[in-house]
Structure formats: C-alpha cells, structure tokens
C-alpha cells in the first residue's frame, strides 16, 4: 500500500469523527443547548451512549440503526452526516494536501454540513456559525495570499450586499418574506472565504439547483400543501462546488462565451 494511502484513511477518519461532533452541533445549536455537555444519550430511554456505540457511521450500520437500550430507531441523519463529512475532509485533503488552505476549507466545510442539516430541519441559519464564520474567513485572507483582505472584504459586502438586495426587491414586489436574513449572512461568510469571484458561480448555481428542486417539490406535492424549501442548502451546496470546480467551470464558461478570447 503506498504511503499516501494512509493518509488519505486517516483523513476519512478525522472527517467522520468530525462529522459525529457535527451532529452533536445540528441537534443542540437550534435548541440553544451546550455542545459539550452532557455526553451523548438517547432521546427515547436517556441511555447514555458508550464509546463503542457511537463510533462514526460503523455504530449505527453495527446497531442496525436502533438504541442498544430502548431499540428506538436512531436517525439516518447520523451515519449521513459523518459519511459526508469523511468524504469532504478526504476529497479536501486529495485535492489541497496538508496546507493552510486545507484546514481553511475542512472548517469551512465542516460548518456548511452543519449549516445544511439545521436549515432543512428548521429553516433557520444559526447566527453562531455565519457571524463568526465572517470574521473567520476575513481573518483567514491575511494568511492566504491567493484570498487576500481585500478581496475577502469585497466578497463579504458582495455577498451579503447582493442577497439582501434580491430579499429587498423580492419583498417590495411581493409584500412577503421570501429570504430570510440568515442566507444574506451565509453569502457574506462565503464572500469572506472565497472573496467577490466567487459570489456570482454560488449564487447561479445555488439559484440553478434551487429553482429545479423547489419546482419538482411544488409539482409533487398537493396544491394546499405548502412545503418550505430553505435556500441554505444551496448556497452551501455552491459553496462547494465553487471549491472543487469553480475556477474549471468558470474558465469554460468563458470560453464558451468567447470572453477568454483562449
Ligand atoms: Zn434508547
């Protein structure tokens, strides 16, 4: 097995077990409950949950998804969310190595799961993960010269400046709310890591990916029936398609178009 093999397991490793703190994140934040404490129970029977049922996606496929104590069935959204956690901290750490940029993007990643699964579950975007989320990803341009301050600036005005002003308009057009406040906070945060480039590909893709879904949802479900879809998931969506193949995409975009005159 060649060297970098290992690496590349411990890094799907790390993820996971990242992954299994993120869950404690997803449940507790929106209840405004500690994230240290108390150590992990069931919800049904209060059983406090040993180190050996709660290793990452392997416990719950062992458990066959149900409590040890009160057989209860323990959400998919466990093994979910540590699986994709694994599989971003792995592709990260295949793609950018063991650099700044990499820890960078594995928190960044880390809190676009978070921010995935609470907004789904509640349609709400924790101020707790955008705000400081700002300022980490401002601080963080001063150390990656390829970010750089201010472009990282720019892209925080950029991002939140252009969502609120969609909220603005769609609202005077509508008299209703139609984005909440926390994506306006979400796209600055992006913004900050990604600087203003960025800013255009997330909101065209996560708009794109969006609108087919929220279309496909309202044509499925009954006509009374009316189903929130939060944007959140998009945009972090975006986010990370902007990671991975954003600056491929754009340049072919380009091409395309005949701007790069390449
Ligand atoms: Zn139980």
Known sequence: ????????????????VVGSFLNVCICRLPKKESIVFPPSHCPGCDYRIPWYDNIPILSYLI??????????PISLQYPLVELLNALLTLFLFMRFGPTLPFAVLFLFCSAMVVVTFIDLEHQIIPDVISLPGIVAGFVFSFFIPQLGWLNSLIGIVAGGGSLWLVASGYELLTKKEG????????????GAFFGWKAIPFIIFVSSLVGSVIGVTVML???????????????????????????SQLISWYLSLSGISGG
């Open 63 to 72: 458990l066959r998804g149900k409590c040890r104590s009160c057989k209860s």
């Open 179 to 190: 984005m909440g406040g926390g994506d306006i906070k979400l796209l600055a945060m992006m």
């Open 1 to 16: 097995m060649p060297p970098i093999v290992i690496f590349y397991i411990f890094a799907f490793i790390f993820g996971a």
């Open 220 to 246: 499925m479900q009954k006509k009374d029936a009316k189903l929130a879809i939060p944007f959140g998931p998009f945009l972090a969506l975006g986010a990370v398609l902007y990671i991975f193949f954003g």
